[in-house]
């Protein structure tokens, strides 16, 4: 989506709902310091961090130049220079089935002050930011949550899920082969040159994940502040293939006490290869002297267990919804993964905020390639005969479930069995299943 994001006037809508009750809707200019630390203090208070250290303000400036940020000000309270409520939100590219990007919206730092809440704040910051998305061409909104009862009422749904992985350290003996290239230990800061690169290979084979905003990986490495406790323990290794390529890294931290055995812990694993995956893992749980291993917002069909000679040293813990998506334009958002079988469907979307609302003809080809056609109003009549004439069959469901089975993360027909979707012909959930099913469980690997 190759847009200018200073280009996107405020939203007329909700500056006027806001101003009408005293509360002024702006834009924070990156280049105004003081206007971007004071957002950041009230965005780190909203999500109850502590106040931010110079260098993490320095690290804020950065990632927010990058960003559009919007504060509400309350010209009445103690102190009007910090906003009563923050959002911010970024073009960007979301990996869907076949190893394809779709264009979207990504909307982070959601805070109302706790003495401005409940009074429609973040509703009309939400709707605004959909509004925002629609006029960039974005195919859909995005976001990770902290409730799961908030984003629902504007059309997001859980899209990909994540789990963390236990290996029980003294029973994961390693039974898969054996990788053809090398893992090293390096110090994190010298991987600021490859790890860009192996991200964006392991973001492209796995749909959920987004792309990886600059800044992100500085403070992975431990390059954005060297001295604090966090960076000082972290550790890092590479893996290189057999030609010598770097292929995959992860950061990793072990937790102890004093001659006590420890809990190795990592969030951050990137493999653009399954050796380069396999290696780090077997490093990872080999590592002695400690007891378990916890790898953060992994896979919830991570193959660990299939490596190990005891498969029930593995266990998945917190799973959680953890990437919500929201359709705008199914059109678009359809049309750039590939899908599993070929098939003709129909979808017909509710949307009760009219952005994805609509009937649309979804023709896939032997090959996975989509077509998608929004069908007029006016020719409703005429693609219903042409339907039935070619058996194709259809879907009710709203625009939450088609988020939902969107990447492939949960069946239409659960969603079905729930009472989510309904069939408009014979035999459609089962083809929607089939169509809709990804090689690759969707996961989501990071907060934003
Ligand atoms: C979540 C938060 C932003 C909501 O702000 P708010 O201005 O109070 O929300 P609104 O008044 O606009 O509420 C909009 C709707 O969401 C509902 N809602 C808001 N927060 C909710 C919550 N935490 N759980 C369930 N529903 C919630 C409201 O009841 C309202 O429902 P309705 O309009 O359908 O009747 C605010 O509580 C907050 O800052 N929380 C701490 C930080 C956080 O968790 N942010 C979310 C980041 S993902």
């Known amino acids: 989506m190759p847009f200018d994001l200073r280009s996107l006037p405020v939203d007329r809508r909700t500056e006027a709902a806001l101003g009408a009750r005293g509360l002024e809707y702006r834009l924070v200019d990156p280049a105004d310091r003081a206007g971007l630390d004071a957002w950041s203090q009230a965005d780190n208070r909203g999500f109850h961090h502590a106040r931010p250290r ?40 979301l990996s869907v089935p076949g190893g394809r990007s779709v264009d979207a919206w990504a909307v982070s730092s959601v805070t109302v002050a706790p003495t401005h809440r409940r009074k429609g704040i973040a509703r009309a910051l939400m709707e605004a930011e959909l509004r925002s998305a629609v006029d960039a061409g974005a195919a859909l909104a995005m976001l990770t949550a902290t409730e799961a009862t908030i984003y629902g009422r504007f059309g997001f749904s859980p899209a990909a899920r994540s789990a963390t992985v236990v290996v029980d350290r003294r029973r994961a003996a390693w039974a898969g082969p054996d990788a053809p290239g090398r893992v090293h230990l390096v110090d994190p800061r010298s991987l600021r040159d490859a790890a860009p690169q192996i991200a964006r290979r392991a973001v492209a084979r796995t749909p959920g994940e987004i792309d990886r905003w600059a800044g992100l990986l500085d403070r992975v490495l431990g390059v954005t502040d060297p001295e604090s406790e966090g960076a000082r323990r972290t550790r890092a290794i590479r893996y290189d293939d057999e030609h010598g390529e770097p292929q995959g890294f992860a950061t990793y931290r072990i937790v102890r006490e004093p001659d006590r055995p420890g809990v190795l812990e990592f969030d951050f694993l990137a493999a653009a290869t399954d050796d380069a995956e396999r290696a780090l893992w077997r490093t990872l749980i080999e590592v002695d002297f400690i007891t378990e291993v916890r790898g953060h917002l992994r896979s919830v069909d991570e193959p660990l267990p299939w490596l190990l000679e005891d498969p029930r040293a593995v266990r998945f813990e917190e799973l959680v919804d953890h990437l ?25 979307v509710d949307d009760p905020l009219g952005h994805a ?48 089975i969107l990447l492939g993360d949960v069946r239409a027909t659960t969603l079905a069995r729930a009472g989510r979707i309904t069939e408009t012909g014979s035999g459609a959930l089962e083809l929607a299943d089939r169509m809709f099913a990804a090689s690759r469980a969707p996961q989501l690997s990071v907060w934003f």
């Open 54 to 93: 110079e260098s993490d303000l320095e690290h804020e400036r950065r990632i927010f130049a990058e960003r559009r940020v919007h504060g509400v000000y309350d010209p009445t309270a103690a102190e009007p220079e910090l906003p009563v409520a923050t959002i911010s939100s970024w073009p960007t590219g």
């Open 324 to 348: 919500w998506v929201r359709v705008l334009d199914p059109v678009a958002a359809l049309g750039a993964r590939r899908f599993g079988v070929g098939g003709s469907l129909t979808l017909e």
């Open 357 to 404: 609302q609509g009937t649309f003809e979804l023709e896939v080809s032997g090959s996975g390639r989509a077509e998608v056609r929004r069908v007029e109003q006016a020719d409703a009549a005429r693609a219903a005969a042409s339907r039935r004439s070619r058996q194709a069959g259809g879907l009710k469901l709203g625009v939450r479930e088609l988020g939902s």
